[in-house]
C-alpha cells in the first residue's frame, strides 16, 4: 500500500534525521588528540553528517507531506467499513525477528545444535501453519546437525556447545 | 624460439600432470561453494587450504587456492541471484539484476549469464596478466594517495546508478555507509570514534556482517508473508547456456566489464566489489534501455560478474610482478607463495620461470573448470527455488547468522548483523536503496583515509587532485558523471511535469 510506504518513509527519514543529529553531538563532544595542521578526527564526519541531516529533512518534509495528502484522500474517498485494515506490520515479520533474537541469545545456553533445531523448528511452522508438525521437527533436526557438521568440523568454526561440554566433562 | 618452447612444454607439462588438475578441480569446488554460501568467502576458502597444500608443489599448491580464488568469485552470484543474497561482497551488484531475474523465472538464464560472464572476465585478465604483467605493474606501483582518492570519488559517484528512483534516498543510503564506516580507528590521529567505549567496534564494522544484515535478513522478513511463486520449469540445457546470438549482441558489455575489472585488479587495494559496481555503471550508461536495469536485464548480471571476476588476474600482476597484493584474497595466496619458497617479485620471473607458467596455466585451467562446474551446476542450483518458503527462509536464518558468526567467531558480529537487518528490513519498507550503503561501506573509509592523506601531502590544497595526471583524469570524468546524472534527473522530471 502506498500510505503504508510512506508511514514507513516518515519513520525511517525521521529515525535517520535523529541519529545524523545524535552523532553530530558525538562528534562535537568527544575528546581529539589532534595537534596540528589538517583535518581533526571528526572534521570529515562532521561534513558528512551535516549533509545527510539536510538531506535527511528533505525526504522527511517530503513523506510527511505525502502521508498527510494520502489520509486525506482516503478519508475523502467512500471506503466500506467492511474492508479489513492490513496491519503495518505483519505479525510473522514481528515474531520472526523475535525469534531470531531469541535463538542467538539461546546459543549460549543451550549451544549452537540445539538452539538451530528449536529455532527452525518453531520459525518453519509459524510461516507455514499447513506443514506437518513432524516434518518441521525433522527438517528441522537434519538442518540443525547438517549446518554443524559442514561449518563446525568442516571449516573449523568454533560454536558453543555447553551442553555437549557437560556431558563430555 | 627457445622461449616459447619452455613455455609450450611446461603448459602442457602442467596439463598433463594428473594431480594438479584433480587439486586444481577441488579447489575451484570449494571456492564455488564458499562463494555461494554467504558469510564465507573467497578470502576464506584460500586460507582454509594454505594448511592443505603444505605437502604439494608449488604449482600443484598455487593452483588449488588459483581455483579456490576464481570459483569464490564467482560463486556469489549463486545465492545472489537465487535469493537475492550475495555470497561474496563482490556479488552486490549481480542481486540488482539477477534476483529479479530469478522471480521472473529465469534464474538458470541469469546463473548461464553469470556463469558465462565470469568465465569471460577472469579469462580477459588472464591474457593480460600473461602478456602485460611487468609493464603494467610499473604503472600502478606510482599510485598514491591522490589517485586512491579520485577512485574512492569516482566510485562513490556511482551510488546514482544503484539508487534506484530516488538519487536523494540513495545518497542518504550512501553517507549512512560512510557513517558505518567512520566507527573504529582515525586512520591518521588513531583517535577512537563512534565506539561508545565497546571493544568491538575499535576494529571497525566489518563488512561481510553488515553485507548479510543489510541483504539477508531484509530478504528474509520481507518473504515470510510471500508464497512460492516461480514455477518448477522443466529445464532444458538451452535455456541457461547463453546462445551465441546472445552472446554476440552483448560482446561490446563483456568485453568492456572485463577490462574495468581486470584494470581496477591491477590497482592495489581495491577490489570485486568496486569493479562491479563501476562496470555496472557504465553498462547502465551505454545501454539502449537503461530504464530496465534493476529489473531483470541480463547485461547487469553480465556486468557485474565479469568486472568482478576481471579482478582475479588482474589482482595477481601487481602480486606476481611486485610482491604487492591487488585485494584481499591475493594477500592470503602472497601468504601462500611464500611458504612454498616463492618470493614474488621481478626475480620470481627469472628465477622460477617454469613455476610462473605453472602458475599461469592453472589460472587458465580454474577457469574453464569454474564455468563448467556452474553450468552442470545450475540445474541443482535452480531447485533452490522449489524449496517451501517457510522452510527456506528458518534455514537462511541459520545460514545468515552462522556466516556472520564465522569470521571472528564473535557474538558481537551476529548483533550486529540483527541489528542492520532489522534497520535493512523497515529501509526496504521505506523504499530505501540498500546497495548504495554497501558502496559507503566499502569505499567511504577508503576516500576519507586517502583524502586526509593527499592533503597533508598538498598542505591542504585541493590542487593536488588536479595537478597529478591519473587523479585528475578520474576526478574529471567523475564530474562528468555526475553532471550527466544531474541532467538525466532534471529531464526526467521536465517530461514527468509536462504528462501531467
Not at chain 2, 36 to 52: Q, R, Y
Not at chain 2, 62 to 74: C, D, E, N, P, T
Request: with cysteine; hydrophobic share 55%; charged share 10%.
Amino acid at each position: 500500500m502506498d500510505k503504508d510506504k510512506k508511514f514507513f518513509e516518515v519513520v525511517v527519514s525521521a529515525f535517520l534525521l535523529a541519529l545524523t543529529v545524535f552523532l553530530l553531538y558525538i562528534s562535537y563532544t568527544s575528546p581529539s588528540t589532534f595537534v596540528a595542521d589538517g583535518l581533526a578526527s571528526m572534521d570529515f564526519p562532521k561534513s558528512v553528517f551535516y549533509i545527510q541531516a539536510v538531506l535527511c529533512l528533505i525526504v522527511l518534509v517530503n513523506s510527511v507531506k505525502k502521508y498527510l495528502l494520502c489520509i486525506k484522500e482516503e478519508r475523502s474517498t467512500q471506503v466500506s467499513d467492511k474492508v479489513a485494515k492490513t496491519p503495518l506490520i505483519n505479525s510473522k515479520v514481528l515474531i520472526s525477528i523475535i525469534l531470531i533474537i531469541i535463538y542467538v541469545f539461546l546459543w549460549d545456553y543451550l549451544g549452537f545444535i540445539l538452539s538451530s533445531f528449536i529455532f527452525f523448528t518453531v520459525e518453519s511452522r509459524i510461516l507455514d501453519k499447513e506443514k506437518a508438525l513432524w516434518k518441521c521437527v525433522i527438517i528441522g533436526l537434519l538442518v540443525a546437525l547438517l549446518s554443524y557438521v559442514i561449518f563446525g568440523i568442516l571449516f573449523q568454526v568454533s560454536f558453543p556447545e555447553p551442553l555437549l561440554d557437560l556431558f563430555l566433562g | 624460439m627457445n622461449d616459447l618452447s619452455f613455455i609450450i612444454t611446461h603448459f602442457f607439462a602442467t596439463l598433463s600432470d594428473p594431480l594438479t588438475m584433480f587439486m586444481v578441480l577441488v579447489g575451484t569446488f570449494m571456492g564455488l561453494v564458499f562463494g555461494a554460501l554467504p558469510g564465507l568467502t573467497a578470502t576464506m576458502a584460500v586460507a582454509l587450504l594454505i594448511p592443505l597444500t603444505f605437502t604439494l608443489d608449488p604449482v600443484t599448491a598455487i593452483g588449488m587456492m588459483l581455483g579456490a580464488y576464481v570459483g569464490g568469485i564467482a560463486g556469489g552470484a549463486v545465492s545472489a541471484t537465487l535469493l537475492n543474497i550475495p555470497g561474496t561482497p563482490s556479488a552486490v551488484v549481480t542481486t540488482l539484476d539477477g534476483y529479479p531475474m530469478a522471480k521472473q523465472g529465469r534464474g538458470a538464464e541469469a546463473l548461464g549469464w553469470a556463469a558465462f560472464a565470469s568465465g569471460f572476465g577472469s579469462l580477459i585478465s588472464w591474457l593480460v596478466l600473461v602478456l602485460l604483467a611487468p609493464a603494467l605493474a610499473k604503472v600502478c606501483v606510482g599510485f598514491a594517495s591522490p589517485e586512491y582518492a579520485a577512485l574512492a570519488f569516482f566510485g562513490l559517484t556511482i551510488i546514482a546508478a544503484v539508487s534506484g528512483k530516488s538519487i536523494v534516498k540513495g545518497l542518504i543510503g550512501g553517507m549512512l555507509g560512510m557513517t558505518f564506516a567512520f566507527v573504529g580507528l582515525d586512520p591518521i590521529w588513531g583517535d577512537l570514534r563512534f565506539t561508545f567505549g565497546n571493544m568491538n567496534l575499535m576494529s571497525g564494522i566489518s563488512i561481510m556482517p553488515a553485507l548479510i544484515g543489510l541483504y539477508s535478513i531484509p530478504q528474509i522478513l520481507l518473504s515470510c508473508t510471500e508464497k512460492n511463486t516461480v514455477k518448477n520449469i522443466n529445464l532444458k540445457l538451452h535455456n541457461f547456456v547463453p546462445s551465441p546470438k546472445k552472446i554476440w549482441k552483448s560482446k561490446v558489455n563483456i568485453i568492456r566489464s572485463s577490462i574495468i575489472g581486470t584494470i581496477i585488479g591491477i590497482i592495489p587495494a581495491t577490489g570485486g566489489n568496486i569493479a562491479a559496481f563501476m562496470s555496472y555503471d557504465q553498462a547502465k550508461r551505454f545501454s539502449k534501455d537503461p530504464d530496465s536495469f534493476g529489473k531483470g536485464n541480463p547485461d547487469g548480471v553480465i556486468a557485474s560478474e565479469a568486472a568482478n571476476n576481471g579482478v582475479c588476474g588482474g589482482a595477481l600482476v601487481p602480486l606476481m610482478t611486485l610482491g604487492i597484493p591487488g585485494d584481499s584474497v591475493t594477500a592470503v595466496l602472497l601468504g601462500g607463495l611464500l611458504i612454498h619458497g616463492l618470493t614474488p617479485g621481478p626475480a620470481l620471473f627469472v628465477e622460477h620461470y617454469d613455476i610462473v607458467i605453472g602458475i599461469f596455466t592453472t589460472l587458465l585451467v580454474a577457469t574453464i573448470m569454474m564455468v563448467l562446474l556452474q553450468l552442470v551446476g545450475i540445474k541443482l542450483f535452480v531447485r533452490i527455488l522449489s524449496v517451501p518458503v517457510n522452510y527456506l527462509s528458518a534455514g537462511l536464518v541459520i545460514l545468515s547468522i552462522v556466516g556472520s558468526y564465522a569470521l571472528r567467531s564473535n557474538i558481537f558480529d551476529v548483533g550486529l548483523t540483527i541489528a542492520l537487518g532489522i534497520l535493512g528490513y523497515f529501509m526496504a519498507r521505506a523504499d530505501y536503496p540498500v546497495a548504495p550503503v554497501v558502496l559507503g561501506l566499502v569505499l567511504g573509509g577508503m576516500f576519507e583515509r586517502e583524502v586526509r592523506l593527499a592533503l597533508r601531502l598538498s598542505d591542504g590544497s585541493l590542487s593536488i587532485f588536479f595537478t597529478r595526471p591519473v587523479a585528475c583524469v578520474i576526478v574529471l570524468i567523475a564530474f562528468a558523471v555526475i553532471t550527466s546524472n544531474i541532467i538525466k534527473n532534471l529531464r526526467t522530471r521536465h517530461k514527468i511535469n509536462n504528462n501531467s
